[in-house]
T-cell receptor
Framework: LAKTTQPISMDSYEGQEVNITCSHNNIATNDYITWYQQFPSQGPRFIIQGYKTKVTNEVASLFIPADRKSSTLSLPRVSLSDTAVYYCLVGPKTGANNLFFGTGTRLTVIP | ETGVTQTPRHLVMGMTNKKSLKCEQHLGHNAMYWYKQSAKKPLELMFVYSLEERVENNSVPSRFSPECPNSSHLFLHLHTLQPEDSALYLC????????????FGPGTRLTVL
């Protein structure tokens, strides 16, 4: 599984757009990029997944450059309830049992 | 609500006790997983079941014993645990085995005294 690197923590004010970048230099051809969100004392929640270019859903956008060695999760106009740990995972869409979550990025939204 | 429930949500047990954690998924999924999350450590995959058959055991000590009686239920039986086993135990399910989109339950916060 490709190793990922993301900032340990970030702070943002309410209403701002937040971009969390993940580096995955050793991403394989059949690897997808998946982001999860975890609130304290809860299980992680799938947010978004992409392979290349841009993916958008009702929660976030995921930007993936052509070389796919990094990706950026974009959260529009964050609120206090977006305070959580965000994990970037890289691996094949199927065929790998072990989702390696790493230590994630702890996002704190400030009023 | 993710469609995956876990009970109990909190558990305190002594090292000589025997207890069980329960997970139930209401999503019609075929694969279920147990993870352990310790403070300041990444999630660790413990066990994987596909259609009630165990397909992976990630070198987990025998004091943890999983059971999957059907595709909707998963148990983790605990006995003679150590204080370092205190952690958040998470259950997850996925539609098919080994996909990147897994649905997690809220977890059981376990404290071993």
């Amino acid at each position: 599984l490709a190793k990922t690197t993301q900032p340990i923590s970030m702070d943002s004010y309410e209403g701002q757009e937040v971009n969390i970048t993940c580096s995955h230099n050793n991403i394989a051809t059949n690897d997808y990029i998946t982001w999860y969100q975890q609130f304290p004392s809860q299980g992680p929640r799938f947010i978004i997944q992409g392979y290349k270019t841009k993916v958008t859903n009702e929660v976030a956008s995921l930007f993936i450059p052509a070389d796919r060695k990094s990706s950026t999760l974009s959260l529009p106009r964050v609120s206090l309830s977006d305070t959580a740990v965000y994990y970037c995972l890289v691996g094949p869409k199927t065929g790998a049992n072990n989702l390696f979550f790493g230590t994630g990025t702890r996002l704190t939204v400030i009023p | 609500e993710t469609g995956v429930t876990q009970t109990p949500r909190h558990l305190v047990m002594g090292m000589t006790n025997k207890k069980s954690l329960k997970c139930e998924q209401h999503l019609g999924h075929n694969a279920m997983y147990w993870y352990k999350q310790s403070a300041k450590k990444p999630l660790e995959l413990m066990f994987v079941y596909s259609l009630e058959e165990r397909v992976e055991n990630n070198s987990v000590p025998s004091r943890f014993s999983p059971e999957c009686p059907n595709s909707s239920h998963l148990f983790l039986h605990l006995h003679t645990l150590q204080p370092e086993d205190s952690a958040l135990y998470l259950c997850a399910s996925s539609q098919a085995l080994a996909t990147n989109e897994q649905f997690f339950g809220p977890g059981t916060r376990l404290t071993v005294l």
